[in-house]
């Protein structure tokens, strides 16, 4: 009987907090930028970035919210050091000058009570063009291990790199960059 008690209390003080815009700090140990394009049409090369940051607010009784998420080029990593240091230069993320790449949303689309989309703003080389993100796998609950709320997803998106201004050896390396976020966040 006690733990019903516990559980009703639990569960209806999860729907108080939901009713209410709740902020998300980004979890770094679970976010996990990353892109994938073409390398003169004989594969699909892959990288990712190692640090970002950020912060999702989200009313879900109201379905409205924002997403502010900035990623660091400087930690770009594709698993060769010589092609990482090429990437990070002038031809490319040009680091030195521009050390982060943001998506900043107050947008967000539902489709019932599931999260389909987030439309915002992407800026790369100091270039902001509208971004649509498509979402998936999203869920916010209770997180078990550290007892906050915490929300989950998976989104993606396909970006023309030139048109941010990284037109270093199109079209021999993909125009077509598709960004994907793992992204897990938890309550401040």
């Not at 009703?8 to 930028?33: E, N, R």
């Not at 502010?68 to 698993?79: A, W, Y």
């Amino acid at each position: 009987m006690k733990r019903f008690i516990a559980t009703a209390l639990l569960a209806g003080l999860t729907s108080t907090v939901f009713a209410a815009p709740v902020v998300y700090q980004l979890d770094p140990s679970h976010t996990y930028p990353s892109f994938e394009l073409s390398h003169m049409g004989f594969s699909i090369q892959n990288g990712r970035f190692d640090k970002s940051s950020g912060t999702i607010t989200l009313d879900a009784e109201k379905k409205t919210g924002s997403v502010d998420i900035s990623i660091d080029t400087r930690s770009l990593n594709s698993g060769w050091e010589k092609r990482d240091a090429h990437v990070k230069g002038p031809d490319f993320f040009n680091s030195d000058k521009f050390p982060a790449m943001t998506f900043k949303s107050n947008k967000l689309v539902f489709e019932g009570e599931k999260l389909v989309a987030v439309d915002g703003n992407f800026t790369l080389l100091g270039v902001t063009k509208p971004l649509t993100l498509t979402v998936s796998n999203f869920k916010c609950d209770m997180h078990p291990m550290m007892k906050k709320l915490a929300c989950g997803a998976n989104a993606s998106a396909t970006i023309k790199r030139s048109e941010f201004g990284m037109s270093a050896y199109v079209p021999n390396i993909g125009d077509d960059v598709k960004l994907n976020i793992a992204v897990e966040a938890v309550q401040k």
